[in-house]
């Protein structure tokens, strides 16, 4: 064999090994969130017929390695990796990661603090502290949820704000499993679902007219108008989940064209704690 054909069959090698190493890291991250997966279904109480949950971090804190080891899963994906999955997967992704990280945030100070704004301060949020890193940046948590998720033409999906969860009991329900691409779409409408059957958090007095709904939809009601999956305004959201939020046919009727007065309750930041 020539030195040329001994020179050209390294250079075939070299590029064989370099797509098969590309190949084995595009897939080497776990779409299913199955170590995540497991840490919820473990640590997660459901209850109010399964429209509200707490989490166990005190058995949390017990395994901390392991979560910490899914973190590191998450920490070690690159920002050009993540551009090549599906919309679907990068948005369980980024859902999974608020959550997992806020958990984390939790820990750090559990059991002494009573909610989440106890790590924070007048001048500092604990939504602003940058204690993770993601995509190959130092983040925090609104960087995720309002930066990555949020930002105009990335998902426009108002749905998401039944699947972040900033531990507190005023939040939806964290689900007692990981989002994943090929359950997204039913996880985030069942997610709506739930929250909104939630009567400490959303409800329809017919007495009264007064349509009583979480503070999260007058924070975030501009999200609701983007037309996606059919909600184009807070008007259509609720006449959509009328089922969910009243429990006559008379009363559902009234929430589909509209006729009620509009209240938003106050938000309960205690942290969601299945042992308080």
């Given at each position: 064999?020539?030195?040329?054909?001994?020179?050209?069959?390294?250079?075939?090698?070299?590029?064989?090994?370099?797509?098969?190493?590309?190949?084995?890291?595009?897939?080497?991250?776990?779409?299913?969130?199955?170590?995540?997966?497991?840490?919820?279904?473990?640590?997660?109480?459901?209850?109010?017929?399964?429209?509200?949950?707490?989490?166990?971090?005190?058995?949390?804190?017990?395994?901390?390695?392991?979560?910490?080891?899914?973190?590191?899963?998450?920490?070690?994906?690159?920002?050009?990796?993540?551009?090549?999955?599906?919309?679907?997967?990068?948005?369980?992704?980024?859902?999974?990661?608020?959550?997992?990280?806020?958990?984390?945030?939790?820990?750090?100070?559990?059991?002494?603090?009573?909610?989440?704004?106890?790590?924070?301060?007048?001048?500092?949020?604990?939504?602003?502290?940058?204690?993770?890193?993601?995509?190959?940046?130092?983040?925090?948590?609104?960087?995720?949820?309002?930066?990555?998720?949020?930002?105009?033409?990335?998902?426009?999906?108002?749905?998401?704000?039944?699947?972040?969860?900033?531990?507190?009991?005023?939040?939806?329900?964290?689900?007692?499993?990981?989002?994943?691409?090929?359950?997204?779409?039913?996880?985030?409408?069942?997610g709506m679902n739930r929250f909104?059957?939630?009567?400490?958090?959303?409800?329809?007095?017919?007495?009264?007219?007064?349509?009583?709904?979480?503070?999260?939809?007058?924070?975030?009601?501009?999200?609701?108008?983007?037309?996606?999956?059919?909600?184009?305004?807070?008007?259509?959201?609720?006449?959509?989940?009328?089922?969910?939020?009243?429990?006559?046919?008379?009363?559902?009727?009234?929430?589909?064209?509209?006729?009620?007065?509009?209240?938003?309750?106050?938000?309960?930041?205690?942290?969601?704690?299945?042992?308080?």
């Amino acid at each position: 064999m020539s030195v040329r054909h001994i020179e050209l069959v390294r250079l075939l090698f070299a590029v064989a090994l370099l797509s098969c190493a590309t190949l084995v890291r595009a897939q080497a991250f776990d779409h299913s969130h199955a170590a995540w997966n497991a840490l919820l279904a473990r640590h997660v109480k459901t209850f109010a017929n399964g429209n509200a949950s707490a989490v166990d971090y005190a058995a949390l804190k017990s395994e901390h390695a392991a979560l910490k080891t899914y973190l590191g899963t998450l920490t070690a994906v690159s920002e050009s990796d993540y551009g090549k999955w599906s919309k679907a997967q990068r948005l369980a992704f980024l859902i999974n990661a608020y959550n997992a990280f806020t958990i984390e945030l939790i820990l750090t100070k559990y059991p002494e603090l009573e909610s989440i704004k106890d790590l924070g301060s007048v001048f500092s949020s604990p939504w602003k502290r940058k204690f993770f890193t993601l995509l190959g940046q130092e983040r925090h948590l609104d960087e995720i949820e309002h930066g990555l998720i949020r930002t105009p033409g990335a998902f426009d999906d108002p749905r998401i704000h039944a699947g972040v969860v900033c531990a507190s009991i005023g939040c939806p329900m964290l689900r007692p499993e990981a989002f994943t691409a090929e359950k997204l779409d039913a996880q985030l409408d069942d997610g709506m679902n739930r929250f909104l059957s939630d009567r400490t958090r959303n409800r329809f007095d017919a007495s009264s007219g007064k349509l009583q709904v979480s503070r999260i939809f007058d924070w975030y009601g501009k999200d609701f108008e983007k037309g996606h999956k059919g909600y184009d305004s807070l008007k259509a959201a609720f006449a959509r989940h009328a089922a969910q939020l009243a429990a006559t046919p008379e009363a559902q009727a009234r929430l589909r064209k509209g006729d009620y007065t509009l209240d938003f309750l106050d938000y309960d930041w205690k942290l969601n704690d299945s042992r308080r």
